[in-house]
Nanobody, 123 residues
Framework: QVQLVESGGGLAQAGGSLRLSCAVS????????MGWFRQAPGKEREFVAT???????DYSTPVKGRFTISRDNSKNTLYLQMNNLKAEDTAVYYC?????????????????WGQGTQVTVSS
């Protein structure tokens, strides 16, 4: 059974940092893209960042320059380093594993999803 477990969420002050982790178990995903999405209260889930199997990353405009996505294939783990946090970053953050090696901004390109971790940024 495939499981994705996010951790590292919590409360941070504006301007602060948090690092999210996503541990994947059940199979290896070294050859597949992975991504982070988020859902703020009252809003639809949106793309945050994605990374392909060779480590090339893509970011949404609101987080580019502040967030860094990375992966450790030896540990089957995905990361999201979030710096200079803003109140508008408050959301539940989800990690996901794609169905192909190529990264994508579309939710439909992802097969497995974590349960989400809450990030709250106080201003």
């Amino acid at each position: 059974q495939v499981q994705l477990v996010e951790s590292g969420g919590g409360l941070a002050q504006a301007g602060g940092s948090l690092r999210l982790s996503c541990a994947v178990s059940g199979r290896t995903f070294n050859s597949l893209a992975m991504g982070w999405f988020r859902q703020a209260p009252g809003k639809e889930r949106e793309f945050v960042a994605t990374i392909n199997r060779i480590g090339m990353a893509d970011y949404s405009t609101p987080v580019k320059g502040r967030f860094t996505i990375s992966r450790d294939n030896s540990k089957n783990t995905l990361y999201l380093q979030m710096n200079n946090l803003k109140a508008e970053d408050t959301a539940v953050y989800y990690c996901a594993v794609g169905s192909r090696p190529q990264s994508s901004r579309s939710e439909t390109a992802y097969t497995y999803w974590g349960q989400g971790t809450q990030v709250t940024v106080s201003s």
